[in-house]
């Protein structure tokens, strides 16, 4: 893991820019001596690491004693796009503009890009757990949830995870979802205009966790009240510190 920038922001938290390989990443940290606890904060599938509001959530975490990461991973962000990526793109946007079904086309497109970033979300734990003053335990955070169910299955470093209902689950994940056994808190936007609140009802009813919590508000897909930020830190407050 090479550092390439740092700047100490006015909340006092440190971030630092950093390149593993091909991976470009972010991490914050918290001015703090004692070994922290880290939170992966993924983007939704194909936005930059650097989206104002996952920004803004990770300075608000990272401030609460958490050093939280994340990285654009293989055709995200900035990083080249395949071309099938982008004629899946293209043909997602012809079909909303064509009020056309959408899921088969989501399917093609986010499935892959779950199985290509996997293995680069779990190379990137492996090189921030190796970093003095990053001890664990592991907690994820984000609006990619497909990613979030499957790192919750094939890593057992993550110990609790906060999931937001406003992306495509693609059906190999909605599958997994019953092997997710750590603490889960689930976020839904009532009246989200691209997930039906019943496929999202159904996948939290599907979860195997014991210890799962559903916070549903009224709005649109953005309309995200910013308490469930701060009710986002103290579920993971009870589960990693």
């Known amino acids: 893991m090479h550092f390439i920038s740092e700047r100490r922001l006015d909340d006092g938290v440190l971030e630092r820019e950093f390149t593993l390989g091909e991976i470009p990443g972010t991490l914050?940290?918290?001015e703090s001596a004692a070994p922290l606890p880290l939170v992966l904060m993924s983007h939704n599938n194909?936005?930059?690491k650097a989206d104002p509001r996952l920004v803004?959530?990770?300075?608000?975490?990272?401030?609460?004693?958490?050093?939280?990461?994340?990285?654009?991973?293989?055709?995200?962000?900035?990083?080249?796009?395949?071309?099938?990526?982008?004629?899946a793109r293209t043909e997602l946007r012809r079909a909303v503009q064509a009020g056309e079904p959408v899921d088969e086309i989501f399917e093609s497109f986010i499935g892959p890009l779950v199985e290509n970033a996997v293995p680069e979300w779990r190379t990137t734990l492996d090189a921030l757990l190796a970093l003095p003053g990053i001890g664990g335990p592991?907690?994820?955070?984000?609006?990619?949830?497909?990613?979030?169910?499957?790192?919750a299955v094939a890593e057992p470093r993550i110990k609790a995870a906060g999931f937001f209902a406003g992306g495509y689950v693609p059906r190999a994940q909605r599958e997994e979802a019953g092997q997710v056994t750590i603490p889960l808190l689930f976020l839904l936007q009532w009246d989200?205009?691209?997930?039906?609140?019943?496929?999202?009802?159904?996948?939290?009813?599907?979860?195997g966790t014991k210890e799962k919590t559903?916070?549903?508000?009224?709005?649109?897909?953005?309309?995200?009240?910013?308490?469930?930020?701060?009710?986002?830190?103290?579920?993971?407050?009870?589960?990693?510190?």
């Open 46 to 48: 194909g936005l930059p």
């Open 56 to 87: 803004a959530r990770a300075r608000y975490t990272a401030a609460r004693g958490y050093a939280v990461a994340t990285i654009d991973a293989a055709g995200c962000g900035e990083r080249p796009r395949s071309a099938a990526d982008e004629q």
């Open 138 to 151: 592991v907690g994820y955070s984000g609006g990619w949830t497909a990613l979030g169910i499957r790192l």
């Open 192 to 207: 989200d205009e691209g997930n039906p609140r019943e496929r999202a009802l159904e996948l939290f009813d599907a979860f």
């Open 214 to 241: 559903l916070h549903a508000n009224l709005g649109g897909h953005t309309g995200t009240p910013w308490f469930e930020l701060e009710d986002g830190c103290r579920f993971l407050d009870r589960h990693l510190k």
């Open 28 to 30: 914050w940290t918290p």
